[in-house]
């Protein structure tokens, strides 16, 4: 699909991640300081809400569907609406709209805007869904011939998080106490991490409630859109607590998102086939077509008072399970799924070292440091360093992107406890 051109200049640039094929939904703070819906094109914002209040445009008979400033009551309307609305959009801001001139009354522009989170988390699931992630860190902590386990390949390996600690890209993140233990210790501490990480994922936010176990074409269809995702992880916490349920306090300081959720429709045209698989799936996880999307993603670190240096780059066509495939296992026990849910696709690593998504792989545990521009070399993030994450589908003179996901990281508390303890 080539580039669809726009009134809006700047979304006719090769350069931007919002041209008009992308129209993806955030939320910002407008005037008086209320969230407002907003949909990014170039470098400006349509109020969507603002649009809404005067009567320009209406969804499904219904009034106020923008009004709180985030896309959750958008998404229940489900699909034939969210088609629809992307139909109004292009057409209002395609180059030949009539009504262009009216229009610049709801425009907002980008630069200077405080992001808010796009839209109200229920509930938080994170996968483990990288062959290449997987295998390495398998590889690190059980030797190579042990590195998958056992289930790896039949199954989507998950766990629950914590919705309340989602943030939207741009929210520092404190580094977390926890009870950590050395090998060479007895007994557990409770201290600062000292190897705190990153995770570079892409966060599927489901847009339909579920009742009863849905198949993966149903599960597809469920899903409202995408964004980037930071599953910010404490490797010695984890170290320690993982035994025998997984990942609990060591996951749960923060995970960060990109602003924008980017619509599935706009991912389309890059839609690829999963890799060859080692295992035939059961039938309830074959794939009806093609469930990944070919995204290139890279990593920038910025120490305090330094220069960024790109850690990492990869592409989202590496995970051995897609959004779908991870939905559709979800729902097997009848759990429902809720408008809102968000689901981590878990590490997303290439197979070469450049093109790990987490330090603890970058650097071997710690073992190899990598290099940062001007010297100073990482084995895990230190205080007041910047991680951002970055994505786009790359079309014929345009780019589907997701803006940057973006967290410093804050030293720990002197006393978590305030003197309490």
Known sequence: ???????????????????????????????????????AIGDMILDVTALEADGLIQMDDMDEVFFFGVWNEFMALGPAAWAAFRETLTEMLAEAAPDAEALTAYMVPQAGTGMLMPFAVAEYTDFYASKHHATNVGTMFR?????????WLS?????????SSVVVSGTPVRRPWGQ????????????????????????????????????VAEADAMIF?????????ARDIQAWEYQPLGPFQAKATATSISPWIVPKAALEPFRVATPERDRPLLDYLQEPGPMLYDIDLEVGLLPEGGGETVITRTNYREMYYSSAQQLAHHTTSGCP???????GSGTISGPARDSRGALLELAWGGKEPITLEGGATRSFLEDGDTVTLRGAAMGDGYRIGFGACTGQLLPALDDPYGGRG
């Open 180 to 215: 950590v233990k050395a090998p060479d210790e007895a007994l557990p501490r409770f201290a600062p991490s000292a190897r705190f990480d990153f995770e570079l994922e892409l966060g599927a936010v489901v847009g339909l409630d579920s009742e009863g176990p849905v198949t």
């Open 337 to 343: 799924m809720s408008v809102g849910d968000l689901l």
């Open 1 to 39: 699909m080539p580039l669809q051109r726009s009134w809006v200049e700047s979304a006719n640039s090769a350069d931007t991640d919002f041209p008009l094929n992308n129209l993806p939904y955030g939320s910002f703070r407008a005037e008086g300081g209320e969230a407002h819906c907003g949909v």
């Open 225 to 233: 859109g995408y964004v980037l995702l930071n599953d910010w992880s």
């Open 155 to 163: 199954v989507p390996i998950g766990y629950n998080g914590r919705a």
């Open 143 to 151: 030797g190579p011939e042990n590195a998958l386990p056992p289930n």
